[in-house]
């Protein structure tokens, strides 16, 4: 017994169906590091923000499938897991420029036609790690409301969990990802004070600023962030 | 509801045919019967699912029952045909098939289990019960109009959810009458249009429109009337390869205008204003 | 057309019936059917053919129709028929039976002028067509 397992208490995984002893405590993802496995994909910035760690699993007892992110997600004595490489679900390409859904009322449909045959069994709200109304935004899209599309949809980061449930075979997070676009690009109200300060980024005027910050050490920044102003000028 | 209907539209009334929400609305108001649309709603799924271990495509209307419930009515109106016609047959066949309901109540884990007890109906119902008051609000009946009602066949078919007779249907010339039209009559008029076909096999659309506007022009009408949104696109939008152009209304948009209500009628392919324009009901 | 008795052709006929929920055998070959169908025209064979064909276990032959493809499910010949048969579920039937193999009968990534169809036609055309 390694000095490891003497002094932490230890639960037992199922990894695609091998069995291992790991520390109790461990996310999934360092879990099946533990065990020996390497990530190549399906982990990124192991944060909870990148998506890229889709994993499905099912607890002891429980006959239900559990989707999560590896990263977020603690190990529990008697779980089966199984990590998901990759979602290779089709993303419609689309000019920005040709999506306006005052000229288009079908512009969801038309690019994710497979939206019409939801059948509102919520599976995909089910599944979503971030809690989002999944179904409720499919429904939004079909019924052409792109902006409340867009709201409901405001968290999603793209793990792909939905459309891999789906028994429709709908690219939720594609879509949606759609939605917001088109709901920056024509729904929303245009903003003087982010055009102005994109030009001011692009004129130069923070370049000396960004290169103090670069060369900061770390707790000398944290504390520039926490003590930053976010009052609203004027 | 005390003060009007609970009203679910359905995803065509949103866009397409969002003139004939407008007008039914504007209609139902000046009746002081308003509809008050849904908190929440699904997508019907259109047609409804004929095979009996079919559950699945049964959930879409469920869901929308259950939101029904959970607003405490017992009534709901939709617009559309389609609609009607899949939120009815799967409501009947919940509260005909307790094995069913059972099935859906087990899987709709995240809603209260749904009880079986709202009823389905389609505008056309109500404004027929309410003719009497809208004879009373016409101010400008639409005398000089010849129109050819079209049923089409989610309004009748199958019989055990028809609003009407099924082979001789009643309900739109009474309404017509009521607002002064000359209602044309059209053997045609509850003959399928052609439906989804409209998407992938449009050459079938377009036969079933010939047949079925030759024949109402042949009779003389000027113009259609119908409710249902599919129908009003194929019959609409598919004479563009005949020799045929007679506008295709809501009934609601004559009702509305028969009333003096100002409808939009935007969405129309075939222009209906200046019809309107040449029988002086529109300035 | 072939005559075909074999149990694997009799479970065809069971198949149909079991999702319809409706006798195929009680059909008398009226012709009520065809005659009120407003789609014959464009029928590979008219509907009471393929009630014919389903009792006979012709099931390839069915397949390779597009009777079933082109019924739109309007209902006229199910409130018509004199033996009381729901032929619009008995169509779905035999829909259903090549469906469920996930085939799909339209090419949902390419269906010309989306821009102009109404949601209905398009959610109609995918339930009766897609699987």
Known sequence: MSEDEENREMIEIFVMGKRY??????????????AGYKYVRGCGCRGGFCGACATIYRTEDEYKFKMDLACQTA?????????????????????IEEVDPKENDNVML????????????????????????????????????????????????????????????????????????????????????????????????????????????MEELKKLYEERDIREEG | MEEGYLYYPG??????????????????????????????WYCCGAVQSLTEDDIMHQIAPIRT????????????????????????????????????????????????????????????????????????????????????????CMLLRPDHVAIDDTEDPHIMEGLLEAIGAEVIHNPKRTECCGS???VNRSDIVEKRVEDIVSRAVKDGADAIALSCPLCQFNLDFHQRNTEYDIPVFYLTELIALAMGIEVGMEKHKIDPKSLLKDKKILE | ?????????????????????????????????????????????????????????????????????????????????????????????????????????????????MKELPQLAVVGCFRKETG
């Open chain 3, 1 to 113: 057309m072939k005559v075909d008795r074999s149990k694997k052709a009799m479970d065809f006929l069971d198949k149909v019936e079991e999702l319809s929920g409706e006798s195929v055998n009680a059909c008398i070959r009226c012709g009520t059917c065809s005659a009120g169908c407003p789609f014959v025209e464009d029928m590979d064979v008219l509907p009471e053919r393929i009630f014919k064909r389903i009792v006979l276990g012709d099931k390839e032959g069915i397949l390779e129709k597009n009777t079933m493809w082109i019924c739109a499910a309007c209902f006229t010949c199910s409130v018509r028929c004199p033996r009381d048969i729901d032929i619009a579920k008995i169509m779905e039937a035999v829909r259903q039976i090549v469906l469920r193999h996930n085939i799909d009968m339209v090419d949902v990534d390419d269906v010309e002028n």
């Open chain 1, 21 to 34: 002893k790991v520390p109790k405590g461990l996310t999934i993802m360092t879990a099946l590091e533990y």
């Open chain 2, 65 to 152: 029952m259950c939101c029904a419930q959970e607003q405490g009515e017992k009534e709901v109106v939709t617009l559309c045909d389609m609609c009607y016609n899949v939120l009815k047959q799967a409501n009947e066949r919940m509260k005909e098939k307790p094995d069913d309901l059972e099935t859906m109540n087990e899987f709709l884990t995240e809603d209260p289990d749904y009880l079986g007890e709202v009823d389905v109906h389609h505008i056309f119902e109500i404004l027929r019960d309410m003719k009497d008051e809208i004879k009373k609000k016409v101010k400008k009946p639409i005398t000089d109009l010849k129109i050819a009602p079209y049923y089409g």
């Open chain 1, 75 to 95: 190990v529990q004595d008697g779980m089966f897991l199984v990590q998901l490489p990759f979602v290779p679900a089709v993303r419609e390409d689309f000019d």
């Open chain 1, 110 to 217: 038309d690019y994710y036609s497979e939206i019409a045959r939801c059948v509102s069994c919520n599976t995909c709200t089910k599944a979503c790690p971030q809690d989002i109304e999944a179904m409720d935004y499919v429904q939004a899209a079909l019924r052409g409301d792109v902006e409340r599309c867009a709201d409901l949809s405001f968290d999603c980061i793209q793990c792909g969990l939905c459309s891999i449930r789906c028994p429709a075979d709908i690219k939720h997070y594609h879509l949606a990802q759609l939605a917001r676009r088109i709901t920056g690009r024509y729904i929303h109200e245009h903003s003087d004070e982010l055009e102005k300060r994109v030009q001011e980024i692009k004129n130069g005027e923070y370049d000396d600023k960004m290169k103090e910050m670069v060369e900061m050490e």
């Open chain 2, 196 to 198: 989804y076909h409209t």
């Open chain 2, 11 to 40: 995803c065509t009334l949103k866009t397409k045919a969002s003139d004939y929400e407008e007008s039914a609305m504007a209609v139902m108001e000046a009746l002081g019967k308003p509809l008050v649309e849904m908190d929440d």
